[in-house]
T-cell receptor
Framework: QKEVEQNSGPLSVPEGAIASLNCTYSDRGSQSFFWYRQYSGKSPELIMS????GDKEDGRFTAQLNKASQYVSLLIRDSQPSDSATYLCAVTHGSSNTGKLIFGQGTTLQVKP | GAVVSQHPSWVICKSGTSVKIECRSL??????MFWYRQFPKQSLMLMATSNEGSKATYEQGVEKDKFLINHASLTLSTLTVTSAHPEDSSFYICSASRDRGRSNQPQHFGDGTRLSIL
């Protein structure tokens, strides 16, 4: 079992729709969770961080965390073609304080005009 | 926001050459920096954790003598790929977080260095 799992996709949604990206993790000791967006040929860009159970909203993005289910998700409302990218879920490595992240393999999102 | 600068962005060189990549935190002091490698259509693979003033911590399977890391100041870490070969061709990306010991600080990534060894 991979430490952080994501469906590689591609996930295709029409422009204006809600895109839902999911991630599960194996280490119950993980404390911090991040979503990064990576355009082809570029480096990752931080989109959201979430640390406690529940929802966190920032503009069109909402991150959801459920530590009991070891599940974190990212919702993108009113999806735009410019949102087309690979979205990486990242989880801190257990309860250590090194800041080391474990990345999922990423989900490719395609937003069609 | 935090900015991490990485240089060079693109390198093409002959097999056997050593290549140095620089990673700088521009508006904060980074006691910890991370070096990743990413092959096409794959996720980021952590190579090592660079610690200011001490030795880097390498991930399993990463050759310390092949990938030399130096973190001599709070704003600069360097990765040197020694005697590079075609199989070392990859996208190398650094990241920095503001404060070691506070794992809730997100990592901010440099723009990456695309290394091609002929």
């Amino acid at each position: 079992q991979k430490e952080v799992e994501q469906n590689s996709g591609p996930l295709s949604v029409p422009e204006g729709a809600i895109a839902s990206l999911n991630c599960t993790y194996s280490d119950r000791g993980s404390q911090s969770f991040f979503w990064y967006r990576q355009y082809s040929g570029k480096s990752p860009e931080l989109i959201m961080s979430i640390y406690s159970n529940g929802d966190k909203e920032d503009g069109r993005f909402t991150a959801q965390l459920n530590k009991a289910s070891q599940y974190v998700s990212l919702l993108i409302r009113d999806s735009q073609p410019s949102d087309s990218a690979t979205y990486l879920c990242a989880v801190t490595h257990g309860s250590s304080n090194t800041g080391k992240l474990i990345f999922g393999q990423g989900t490719t999102l395609q937003v069609k005009p | 926001g935090a900015v991490v600068s990485q240089h060079p962005s693109w390198v093409i060189c002959k097999s056997g050459t050593s290549v140095k990549i620089e990673c700088r935190s521009l508006d904060f002091q980074a006691t910890t920096m991370f070096w990743y490698r990413q092959f096409p259509k794959q996720s980021l693979m952590l190579m090592a954790t660079s610690n200011e003033g001490s030795k880097a911590t390498y991930e399993q399977g990463v050759e310390k003598d092949k990938f030399l890391i130096n973190h001599a100041s709070l704003t600069l870490s360097t990765l040197t790929v020694t005697s590079a070969h075609p199989e070392d061709s990859s996208f190398y990306i650094c990241s920095a977080s503001r404060d070691r010991g506070r794992s809730n600080q997100p990592q901010h990534f440099g723009d990456g260095t695309r290394l091609s060894i002929l």
